[in-house]
């Protein structure tokens, strides 16, 4: 075949491919929010999308490549949230000689503290740079920590009773922060000091392609850490735990590993979402935002490959946002029949879902099976050995 | 010839079920050992609890003379003894290729190596090699590049073994390598572990079709609710009394 003809059968793939037509479709309801709402909601969604690629990523390597029942993601997100509320604030007013200990989270002090570091923040682009890497860095850490303690009890207990086990750790954090004040202000959400003050009424159009680097810099260590032994070992798990441990891996280490990294990299996102909306809410932080959606977005893009992951948050986020806007304008008539468009959000996650289950269980983008070292030295590495035959 | 594996008075028993009974077997160097006997009577429950997906209940079990008793599969693993199940347990999201690799050691398998190719590439390299030179001896050479989930039966018991190779095992224990396999199927699968024998590997294999299977075997032992009935080589064993007895029922008295 010509190379002509070898790069017509490929675009003919693609244009084929369900990638492509999703991408079709995502680009028609975002033109459509564009003309009808204007800027201001595309930009939240772009926002939404980083963030929550992020966090389903984070989910896929876990429940998608090594198998485990990760039912708790709000754990991790809720681990690099709080650690965003709670210390590089307290790090700011400790050089600044405000007060920084239980008092910086009460409501009547951090309201006053929390503009008085955004000034000195907005004054200078080395310190705002400065602490949104600090931010990233302490909610990485601290959803690493909670990554290898939601590891211990994961030594006995494994598919059903662990999702469970996450599930109630996950709600558990989120209770904790609720009614212990010191943290993150308890039921009065404190302040997050913002790095992207210094942009003024620009903020959001820098928050977009800064969050989309991050996402897209852990898109490429995830993709380089799927495609490695330790990848393999992750998916040999999954696989079957039996035959993983006969073939000489030590389960319990690799499933922490897997833990670990998940959870650091969800807290990232958790960090991030919190300094876009520039507080934390104990209380926001539901299972239902960020476990179950997670999961949705996962399932509908693909189990097992991160490209799917991005197309199915892009287009779920783009469903919930219109959701969410015109729900009571286009669905209002629910109303009178009784029904509360509120639930609407419910029902297209349960709908999704169902839909994923019974018509696409691999999802959209399916994972390809191929070895784990690239193609071209794959191919070296056959073609010596036949020779030798 | 040197002891591989001795199983001391294993003992296992499940909430009052003696599943197996004071067993002693021992398995010698570059040998095809067979163990017998009908469902039920313990075959698999000793291999597990020599292999250390169970914890024998009394009694212990060496291996090179190292006391393993207890052991986890993956420590048991590094010191040469593997293991095939009964169904075969294939890393079905791996290729034919993966899954042998999947039991080589490479630095690649660190956290923080991982991410960086230029850290295992080379080892990978040298693995896939290896790994070829095994499914080659195994037969798979030719599906190096299919997913698992595409072979068929037989050649998932082969894929099994090849598992089994690629740890640089000296003992690899068979759970029924011929189960529900057809008998032509049967007879080149035991010819390739015979020819593994030949190149020095000792074999453990648990296996009903005695009629496929015996011709190859260097010594049996053949168990019945959970104790040892008899053992010798092929042709004692089967001649047995006992043996048939368990296997074709006590003889009708004529009339």
Request: aromatic share 10%; glycine share 10%; hydrophobic share 50%.
């Amino acid at each position: 075949m010509s190379t002509h003809g070898h790069f017509a059968e490929k675009f003919k793939d693609i244009l084929l491919g369900r990638a492509f037509h999703m991408s079709l479709i995502i680009f028609v309801l975002l033109a459509f929010l564009y003309f009808s709402g204007g800027t201001s909601i595309i930009l939240s969604i772009l926002i939404q999308v980083a963030v929550f690629s992020i966090i389903t990523m984070s989910l896929n390597l876990e429940a998608g490549y090594t198998g485990i029942p990760q039912f708790g993601r709000v754990a991790a997100v809720i681990a690099g949230a709080f650690a965003v509320g709670a210390i590089p604030g307290r790090i700011m007013a400790f050089f600044m000689s405000l007060p920084y200990g239980a008092e910086y989270a009460s409501d009547t002090v951090n309201v006053k503290l929390v503009p008085q570091i955004n000034a000195v923040l907005a004054g200078s682009w080395l310190l705002s740079l400065g602490f949104l890497l600090m931010c990233i860095v302490i909610a990485g850490a601290a959803g690493a920590l909670v990554g290898w303690l939601i590891s211990r009890p994961a030594i006995r207990l494994k598919e059903a009773y662990l999702g469970i086990s996450m599930l109630a750790i996950g709600d558990f954090l989120m209770w904790v922060g609720h009614n212990w004040n010191i943290i993150v202000g308890g039921s009065v959400p404190v302040y997050v000091p913002d790095p992207f003050r210094i942009f003024g009424a620009a903020r959001f159009n820098v928050i977009v392609p800064a969050f989309f680097l991050i996402a897209i810099i852990i898109f490429i260590y995830l993709n380089r850490l799927v495609k490695s032994p330790l990848g393999r070992n992750f998916r040999m798990l999954r696989d079957n735990e039996l035959s993983a441990s006969a073939a000489g891996l030590d389960i319990v280490k690799v499933r922490t590993q897997s833990l670990v990294i998940g959870a650091c990299i969800a807290a990232i996102g958790g960090g991030l979402y919190v300094i876009y909306t520039g507080s934390v809410a104990a209380i926001g932080m539901t299972r239902l935002t960020f476990t179950f959606w997670p999961w949705a977005y996962m399932m509908l893009g693909a189990i097992g490959s991160n490209v799917g992951v991005f197309l199915g948050v892009f287009l779920l986020t783009i469903l919930r946002t219109m959701i969410i806007i015109y729900r009571s304008q286009w669905f209002g008539f629910l109303q009178a029949a009784g029904i509360d468009p509120l639930w609407l959000e419910y029902t297209l996650l349960g709908a999704v879902i169902i839909i994923v289950i019974l018509f696409l269980p691999y999802g959209l983008v399916p994972e390809k099976v191929r070895p784990m070292l690239p193609a071209n030295r794959v191919k070296k590495v056959i073609s010596q050995k036949q020779m030798q035959t | 010839m040197k002891n591989m594996l001795v199983a001391e008075n294993v003992t296992k028993t499940f909430d009052g079920l003696v599943a197996v009974n004071r067993v002693n077997i021992v398995v010698k160097e570059n040998t095809f050992t067979m163990l017998i006997g009908p469902n039920g009577c313990g075959k698999t429950t000793l291999i597990n609890c020599c292999t250390g997906i169970l914890k024998p209940t009394s009694g212990r079990v060496l291996f090179e003379d190292i006391d393993i008793t207890g052991w986890k599969p993956h420590e048991i693993y590094r010191v040469g003894f593997v293991r095939s199940f009964q169904i075969p347990l294939p890393f079905i999201g791996l290729t034919v290729i993966d899954n042998v690799l999947g039991a080589m050691r490479n630095p690649g398998e660190a956290p923080f190596k991982a991410p960086l190719l230029k850290k295992w590439a080379h080892v990978e390299e040298e693995n896939m090699s290896r790994a070829m030179d095994i499914l080659a001896r195994v037969g798979l050479e030719k599906h190096w590049d299919l997913p698992s989930s595409a072979l068929g039966a037989a050649q998932l018991k082969m894929l099994e073994v090849a598992k089994g190779l690629s740890s640089g095992a000296k003992l690899i224990a068979l759970d029924e390598p011929i189960g529900g396999v057809d008998p032509a199927s049967a007879h080149e699968i035991l010819s390739h572990v015979s020819r593994l024998k030949e190149e020095g590997l000792t074999f453990l294999v648990v296996e009903h079709r005695i009629d496929i299977a015996a011709p190859f075997a260097d010594y049996i032992y053949a168990m019945e609710l959970g104790t040892l009935i008899s053992e010798g080589p092929p042709d004692k064993v089967l001649n047995d009394p006992k043996v048939i007895e368990v296997y074709l029922g006590k003889e009708v008295e004529a009339c």
